[in-house]
């Protein structure tokens, strides 16, 4: 029995059809093995034309499986990896500009854009720095990228204290730490450049919207030539989620890249109810499944709930651990007093994704990306830890998710602004419910 648009598991299929002659999405890609299997399993050997009119005569009556859900997923992440025609002429757009700032939704390529540009400068032999913010989005980069050579992959942060350290200058950390990263760090990478002399061709800035003004001139003077030497931005505005101006060290308009080509469309409409912004982006991907908004009892942060919905996902729909992410919108530390609970257990480290659902902060996660994402701790203590606007929180969180959402919100502690930023018919798991 073939059924090739789905992922099917031994509880589906009943105690009179063993697994080992059922054909599905998994056995596609060797499907010489599966026959050799299934002959081995019966014990004969191949039918011939006349055994297999007797097959197709005995096991040809209609069945019906519901798909997995991983194996929809799995569809969706194959036709979502592709650069669209937008993205090529981004980059063909660049062989020709030494500087340029790049604007696009969340899901829109650039940080795609920007490693394929940075490891194409240093294959051409440039001295290329592919530096951001957050620190889980470069080490995300620097497993991709590590080892490319005259390629380095650094936060701003940990570019400030390397050179600074190499030069002499690294200043004491004291009890302020936001003057730290705000202002010392920088202002002694300004004295290391100096000191050190430059150490790049081509610099290359992802998710620009969380660098400071003052950043950008010590940051310019680590290239060779800091007036009009390469320097592409990349950016989302609608991603600024720290209280920065942004006043870029490149003038003119930016170039745009308004196709969401990470998400499926249904998770594309969900997540521009949130965006702010002249012009609407449009989404190229498959139509994939709504997201799911489940109402729950009990107090954040719904730790049963979180464990039901893995559940779910993991024996029911077949969805690999390591293609979950959970997301918390208020405090980490509160979630992950639950970990080693959970059946897998959470973790905060990317390294141990192998044996845990990987878990972090919004925050945290901004530039990446998961194919599912449970996003729990959502309530308006939230928007007063960040004192920003719900709709920018909730773009950067519900846009993580490239193939399915489900969103956890309590009954009694989610005030009616969050609750109203969804538009659901709400399933309500947990005690009572």
Not at 71 to 76: D, F, K, N, S, V
Not at 99 to 122: D, F, N, P, Q, Y
Request: overall charge neutral.
């Amino acid at each position: 029995m073939a059924f090739p648009d789905v992922v099917a598991g031994p509880a589906s299929l009943g105690p009179d059809k063993p697994r080992q002659i059922v054909l599905d999405r998994a056995e596609l890609p060797d499907v010489r093995r599966w026959v050799l299997g299934t002959l081995a399993y019966w014990e004969c050997t191949p039918l011939g034309r006349e055994g297999m009119d007797a097959v197709m005569r005995l096991l040809g009556a209609p069945r019906e499986l519901r798909p997995a859900l991983w194996g929809e997923i799995a569809l969706w992440q194959r036709q979502l990896i592709t650069l669209t025609e937008q993205q090529f002429g981004i980059l063909n757009m660049l062989n020709r500009q030494r500087r340029a700032r790049i604007v696009g939704c969340a899901g829109s390529g650039k940080t795609l854009i920007a490693v394929e540009k940075a490891t194409r400068l240093a294959a051409s032999g440039m001295r290329v720095l592919l530096t951001c913010f957050n620190k889980r989005l470069a080490a995300d980069l620097q497993a991709k990228l590590g080892g490319r050579a005259n390629l380095t992959v650094l936060t701003f942060h940990d570019l400030c204290a390397k050179l600074a350290e190499e030069a002499g200058v690294l200043p004491h950390k004291g009890d302020d730490e936001q003057a730290f990263y705000d202002r010392q760090l920088p202002e002694a990478l300004l004295l290391a450049a100096d000191k050190l002399g430059p150490r790049f061709d081509a610099l290359i800035v992802d998710e620009g919207q969380d660098f400071a003004d003052d950043w950008w001139v010590p940051l310019q003077m680590t290239l060779r030539d800091p007036d009009d030497g390469i320097l592409y931005i990349f950016y989302d505005d609608n991603q600024t989620l720290y209280a920065r101006s942004q006043k870029w060290p490149i003038a003119g308009e930016p170039f745009e890249l308004s196709t969401n080509c990470r998400s499926t469309r249904r998770i594309h409409q969900q997540v521009m109810r949130f965006y702010r912004g002249q012009t609407q982006p449009s989404s190229d991907g498959p139509e994939g499944v709504a997201p799911e908004v489940i109402l729950c009892e009990g107090k954040r942060p719904f730790a049963p709930d979180v464990q039901r919905a893995l559940d779910r996902l993991i024996t029911v729909e077949h969805v690999p651990p390591e293609h979950i992410t959970v997301l918390a919108g208020a405090r980490l530390d509160w979630l992950m007093k639950h970990a080693n609970a959970m059946r897998p257990r959470l973790t905060d480290d990317p390294a141990r994704r192998a044996d845990a659902v990987y878990c972090s902060s919004v925050h945290g996660f901004k530039g990446l990306e998961s194919p599912v994402v449970i996003l729990t701790n959502v309530d308006s203590s939230w928007m007063k830890d960040w004192a920003l606007e719900l709709p920018r929180l909730l773009y950067v969180a519900c846009s993580r998710a490239s193939s399915h959402l489900i969103v956890l919100l309590g009954k009694d502690r989610g005030d009616a602004q969050v609750h109203e930023a969804f538009e659901f018919s709400p399933t309500t798991i947990g005690g009572g419910g």
